[in-house]
């Protein structure tokens, strides 16, 4: 966030009292989702979650393409993504990654879902920075795109594992499923 609301001209004591609002966001969010994850159900917050990203992000890229850009427009934009992340895709990964596997197969489906999910937060952490310096706002678009795919797998092929026991759920998957 610092790194992102510097480049909108925004002073550098602003941008860190900015990035305080941003963890804030992220706290209130994730517990919002912490509060309605069993209510709601996993896959409606997960799909909320990932298109709300997209939308934010793409707002970011215009925000971006504009020559002269309010750097408060951007800040909206990173405050909404960290919003719609907080509520879904921040922790209701988890959840699924959790719920998602047969019982015999878990213990190892997880330890390579967690692996899969760190080395692609490290990826994302080690590229941003060069994407945004060379790509500048067409790397939100980049992730927006990410984010509307992410959107249609988990449309298509993540099932909604709320309020069933692991036990069903497992019997549910096990049954071959059309494309």
């Not at 002269?68 to 405050?79: E, R, T």
């Not at 980049?142 to 594992?161: G, R, S």
Request: charged share 10%; glycine share 6%.
């Amino acid at each position: 966030a610092p790194t992102i609301l510097e480049k909108t001209g925004l002073p550098l004591d602003s941008s860190l009292l900015q990035t305080i609002m941003v963890g804030l966001t992220n706290l209130v969010f994730t517990l919002i989702a912490m509060k309605y994850v069993d209510r709601v159900g996993r896959k409606p917050l997960y799909l909320l979650g990932t298109s709300g990203m997209a939308v934010c992000l793409l707002f970011l890229f215009g925000a971006f393409r504009l020559e002269n850009f309010d750097g408060y427009w951007v800040l909206l934009g990173i405050v909404g993504f960290i919003a719609f992340f907080a509520i879904s895709v921040g922790p209701i990964a988890w959840v699924i990654i959790a719920e998602i596997y047969p019982n015999h197969i878990r213990s190892h489906a997880m330890s390579v879902s967690v692996l899969a999910l760190w080395v692609a937060c490290f990826v994302v952490a080690l590229t941003f920075p060069i994407m945004l310096e060379q790509w500048a706002g067409y790397t939100f678009l980049f992730y927006a795109v990410a984010c509307m795919l992410n959107f249609m797998f988990t449309w298509h092929y993540v099932p909604e594992t709320g309020n069933r026991s692991l036990e069903v759920l497992e019997n549910e998957l096990a049954k071959p499923r059309l494309p």
